[in-house]
């Protein structure tokens, strides 16, 4: 079938030029640009006034983020004009192992939204961590031959690729045998760390914040990700990267990004917008989040409204609020007047969705389960620092007396990781400061890399019916109080994802967040999200895995007594 | 090895600044650009003073036409910056077949100078020729395995691809399913054609000879290839390409370079300098002529001095001369002070050797194969046109009386083509004007595209010598007087390609020109370049081949006589 959007205005991504001209889309691929007319069409769509322009690639993002499926993913970021993401399925993967990869690859086949695949480079993300499973080089191998298979996702271990661990070179030297991508994260590290680190193959970065770090990536031949998500917002500081000569080595990436924001935000075309308002051109975001992008993972045909190219095209109310209106995917219109087109949800292998729907392999939690033996008067607690995922070691004096420690005036609570892949019964137990709950406590499933169960609160019997109701959901997240359960938000599939759609995963993360704020946490404390992060031995200082306490530092346990 | 590049300024072709700052070649590898010291490196240069930039990268070049084996090449080519080439065995293949392709692929490994392969995608170019072989779809297919192929080489039969022709479509299907580049030559396709032709999947054009022309190509997404070889120069046309928005979608080539401009002018730096000689930036011309080649191709790790890119790097003496002082290749020097340093020349396997050797199967010729039956007094004659390729059709009336139609007092000569691939003892004879020639005959071996033996002369027994001593030295050009061989350039190697070194085949072709003119062909007429392509039934209008006289324009074989 061919399409004829007649009366636009395109935007021409190799020459940043506006021209007005008609595109005849023939299936999934643009025929041509210019004077086509309707008798060359089978349909006519009158685009008159609007601006017609390649639709948007997200470079990087983790879907798990957003708590949805692919497809749910899809129906609320399209509207938004995102026709392709780059995802890298860490979070699944650490739970799930190759199957997560591959349950991704089902769950976004065929929808209309192209999810291409970074096979995730660090599982577990480090020796501290229990995840589901352990991924080498060997595992990863076999996962290249799909042709939605992109590349090797961030490289975080920079430490081991900078000593030359086997493994590790073994998985770069994989990807570029096969002429994969190769993307990077490596915060702050320049010089001739970063030298070592992108000559190791390392094609581009994300976790750039400050316009001098992003440079001189750009220089050495990094391609440059200007990331705007829910928790990491670098688009102010790198705006100036917006400027030529280093427009045309950056790209577009939300990383992280939360149902809520989607729906109330956009996607891609919020960080267009952003950059606008803030006096860049549209153009050159637009250039961004499609030629650039599919540069960067070297996609031929793609990310161009141009003959040859796939017929993926927005049509925007205007450059100035990037509004998008239709768009265009394949070749079929899939948004129309900023609704989605009903689609319908893929469906994945049987083995691959049983896997990812029992992810729990553990115990009903006792509340003796979090009791602490008390062995000495001073303790290392883990210290919460408002908006930030690092965190303090804070030598504690422990009143054993009453409560286990738990010391409310003081702000003390407990934190507690459980095993939950592989039911060894592991379990670490500490305490943590600086989170404002005052009764009752909160568990989640999503608690980053490993995503084992992590639990905080005010009393261990609300700990363990918190953990358990959790466990109950098949993974998710919960609020209890006096025993009972006050929000819940079921992330059934793998522990991170709802199969619900993203207005629906919203509404339940804002009840749970409302929740958190009944047992006392101050507002503006996102404290679910600030829990995921307490188990990620690879941000410092002071982490809880569930062996106990990590010195990130000094990269080693440590007992809870001093 | 380690080798300490120090105290120069380096090009950043990915955002054209200037750095001072040392770098460190690792083996094959550049380690990185900065404040690298002496103790870091085995061994170290100084170029202080000296600006250092990626390898030139030459990105469309025929190397049969500089008549020279790859190695040959290398030895003048390198010494000028050029680094790699992407190289269209064209001639060779129509003369040997896939043979042919592999012949080049042995006879440029491991020399100097990185020889990437485009297949042939037209052999032979049009039905009415009489290649040495028919190369369809199943015949490249298992030759793209190659780690330098490339992918499909100018598609010149661009109404096959309008047309939809089955073989031509496969062809570019092949080249598509495996991710491989489609080259462009469609000289002055425009509007819907073109959009169709690009559509089909050609992503570059190497014909463009004016702005308008190069920068609807851009526009439409296809990389622009700025020729300026030794006939064909479009340079001077395009230099509007040297500014932005165009720049960074172009990138620059030879197509056809003879081997005396290579060694008085250079390659690809002497096309820089024109252009900085014409007020553009140098610095535009270098990323044109390594990132942007780079990109065009989808090369990773080639055509930056960056880390982990590809140690091609030069120390050029400044940025207005372009003057290349040493090269170094995957991290060894191999010219020094402008001079080559000696390397080894390959290997062909012997089968490939021989058979490349021994192309021509044919029968000495007498004197009588030129002999044409009086049939009629109005003859077809083909004219040439002074320094143009485009011939006219004259029609003359013959005196047969005398010396069988030739008639020197009104520039009547007769041209031949006969078949030297498969002893078919095809011989299209006819008359041809506007040569000059007063006495004796040339003939020769490089008569495009499918190289039969083409013979031009003022009489039959003169021409038979000439074909014959063609013949007896296995292919070349040869110029004969009463008789007598005075001039003679051997191309034993499929009848394109000399053994010798650049500097001795361009003395010989010097001989073979000043012998022409002896024969009374006026100054600034190029002969034996004009009479190559008499017989391509590609370019208007009256073209002789094997079989006959071809009317290009109406696409048929025509009668001598009216």
Known sequence: MKTLLAGGTVVNVFTGELERANVLLDGPIIAGVGDYTADEAGAVEDVTGKV?????????????????????????????GTTAIVADPHEITNVCGVSGVSFMLDASEGIPLTVYIMLPSCVPATPFDEAGVELGAKQLRPMYVHP?????????????????????????????????????????????????????????????????????RIRKGQWLMIRQGTAARNLSELLPLFDEPYAQRCLLVTDDRHPADLIAEGHIDNIIRRAVQAGKSAITGIQMATLRAAQCYGLRGVGAVAPGYAADVLVLDDLDTVAVRDVYRAGNKVVEDGRM??????????????????????????????????????????????????????????????NNGVDLERDLLKIAVVERHLHTGHRGVGFICGAGMKRGAIASSVSHDSHNLIVMGTNDTDMAAAGNHVLHMGGGCAVVENGQVIAAMPLPIAGLMSAKPAAE??????????????L???????????????????????????????????????????
């Not at 995963?505 to 009944?518: I, S």
């Not at 410092?540 to 530092?553: H, I, R, S, Y």
């Open 505 to 518: 995963v919203a509404r339940e993360n804002e009840a749970l967040r409302a929740a958190v704020h009944t």
């Open 520 to 562: 006392g946490v101050p507002q503006g404390t996102e404290l679910f999200m600030t829990m995921a992060f307490v188990s990620l031995p690879v941000i410092p200082a002071l982490k809880m895995t569930t062996q106990g306490l990590v010195d990130v530092n000094r990269q080693r346990r440590v007992s809870l007594y001093v």
């Open 341 to 402: 087109l009903p689609f319908e949800t893929p469906r994945v292998r049987e083995h691959l969705w049983k896997a990812a729907r029992n992810s729990f392999y553990m115990e009903l939690l006792r509340a003796e389960d979090f009791f602490i033996e008390p062995k000495g008067e001073r303790c290392r607690a883990i210290r919460l620092i408002e908006d930030q995922l690092l965190t303090q070691e804070e030598i504690v004096r422990i009143d054993w007396t009453k």
């Open 52 to 80: 017609i322009c390649p639709g948007f690639i997200d470079g990087h993002m983790h879907i798990e983020s957003t708590m949805l499926l692919p497809a749910e993913l899809a129906r609320v970021s399209v509207p938004h």
């Open 148 to 216: 939605r298979v992109l590349g090797l996702a961030e490289m975080m271990n920079y430490p081991g690729v900078l000593a030359g661990d086997p493994d590790v070179m073994q998985k770069l030297a994989d990807a570029k045998r096969l002429g994969k991508v190769i993307d990077g994260h490596a915060p702050l590290l320049s010089g001739k760390a970063l030298d070592r680190y992108i000559a190791a193959g390392v094609s581009d970065d994300h976790e750039c914040s400050s316009f001098e770090e992003a440079r001189e």
